[in-house]
């Protein structure tokens, strides 16, 4: 069996993780797509140096050191002036009205993620929507165990708290 062929019998069941986890991480659909891109990418390249195991753990720290290196990539990076971009046009679209709220409800969700404290907000993704356990998480993240379990349990309550105060605005 050919290494590339090795790669995606091991790496593909965990597509869905690795999406889930991009598409909270990042603020539209192009912008996850290419997280995952790029993580399986890296993924496929450093394929060789893996060291056994359980792959999913592996690529979602992968996906989360890519999306955090693409973060400080763009907060250096002045914004690009989107208006002036003849090509950038909204999709024209039969279904507006459940689009818009699917969108409103990612939003929502992602602008009460966006004010987490980052180590809070990393380990729920991990533990919650990646589904890693808490000791999984704890190795990506390089904390222990009891920290991860912690800010999981500290994050949920204030997501819950943000998610109820958003609900409550006018």
Do not use: K, Y
Request: charged share 25%.
């Amino acid at each position: 069996m050919s290494a590339h062929q090795e790669f995606l019998e091991a790496a593909m069941p965990h597509l869905d993780v690795v999406w889930s986890l991009a598409r909270r991480m990042t603020l539209d659909t192009q912008a996850a797509e290419d997280l995952v891109q790029e993580t399986f990418l890296r993924a496929f390249v450093g394929f060789g140096s893996h060291r056994g195991g359980d792959l999913r753990p592996w690529l979602v720290s992968i996906c989360l050191n890519t999306a955090r290196s693409d973060g400080r990539r763009r907060r250096r990076r002045p914004p690009e002036d989107l208006e002036a971009d003849p090509a950038n046009h909204l999709p024209a679209s039969t279904q507006v009205d459940a689009e818009a709220l699917a969108v409103v409800e990612h939003d929502e969700i992602v602008a009460a993620l966006g004010q987490l404290p980052e180590p809070q907000r990393q380990s729920i993704l991990l533990v919650d929507l990646a589904g890693l356990s808490a000791q999984q998480a704890a190795d990506v993240l390089g904390a222990p165990r009891g920290t991860v379990l912690a800010r999981v349990h500290r994050g949920r309550r204030r997501l819950a708290q943000l998610l109820v105060a958003e609900e409550a605005e006018p």
